[in-house]
């Protein structure tokens, strides 16, 4: 079965930091590119990171010198490392293979 199941996210107060999980089955992981959004309520999808198969990385400018994408292929999973968090963080966030497959989402709630 084709599927991400992503993890790790909570609740932080403002300055902490989180690390989603994002773990892949049913399809050969490290030959697609693999990105996070998020979805914020009453916004829409946005990119935040995104790691290529050679791990090339690219991220949203909001999220720049604070977050950071890395890829494990022995592990099948890609992580989103978190830090700065900011009350604007707050979101859903989705792990994705680009044409594949979308996760069902992890929340990040970042408030004190």
């Known amino acids: 079965q084709v599927q991400l199941v992503e993890s790790g996210g909570g609740l932080v107060q403002p300055g902490g930091s989180l690390r989603l999980s994002c773990a892949a089955s049913g399809f050969t992981f490290s030959t697609y590119a693999m990105r996070w959004y998020r979805q914020a309520p009453g916004k829409e999808r946005e990119l935040v990171a995104s790691?290529?198969?050679?791990?090339?990385?690219n991220y949203a400018d909001s999220v720049k010198g604070r977050f950071t994408i890395s890829r494990d292929n022995a592990k099948n999973t890609v992580y989103l490392q978190m830090n700065s968090l900011k009350p604007e963080d707050t979101a859903v966030y989705y792990c994705n293979a680009v044409g594949v497959v979308w996760g069902q989402g992890t929340q990040v709630s970042v408030s004190s």
């Open positions: 790691i290529s198969t050679r791990r090339d990385t």
